[in-house]
Nanobody
Framework: QVQLVESGGGLVQAGDSLRLSCAAS????????MGWFRQVPGKEREFVAA???????YYADFAKGRFTISRDSAKNTVYLQMNSLKPDDTAVYYC????????????????????WGQGTQVTVSS
């Protein structure tokens, strides 16, 4: 059974940092792209960042310069380092993984992800 388990969320103040982790089990994702999305109540889930198996990264505009995605294939884990957090970053953050990175699958689009974690809450107070 494939599982993605996020951790590292919490309540922080504006300007603080958080590091989210997503540990995968049940299969290896070394050949897949993995990503982070976020969602607030009443809004659609939005892309945050993604990373391919070769290390190519993608970021939403709001994440560029503040967030960094990385992965440790040996640990089957992906991370999201978030700096200079703002109240607008408050959301549930979800980790996701693609099955096999077939051609044509786009890491910035949620529809191309096959596995999802349960989410971790990030709350940034002003």
């Amino acid at each position: 059974q494939v599982q993605l388990v996020e951790s590292g969320g919490g309540l922080v103040q504006a300007g603080d940092s958080l590091r989210l982790s997503c540990a995968a089990s049940g299969r290896t994702f070394s050949g897949s792209f993995m990503g982070w999305f976020r969602q607030v109540p009443g809004k659609e889930r939005e892309f945050v960042a993604a990373i391919r198996s070769g290390g190519i990264t993608y970021y939403a505009d709001f994440a560029k310069g503040r967030f960094t995605i990385s992965r440790d294939s040996a640990k089957n884990t992906v991370y999201l380092q978030m700096n200079s957090l703002k109240p607008d970053d408050t959301a549930v953050y979800y980790c996701a993984a693609d099955r096999d990175s077939r051609p044509g699958r786009i890491p910035t689009m949620s529809v191309y992800y096959d596995y999802w974690g349960q989410g971790t809450q990030v709350t940034v107070s002003s």
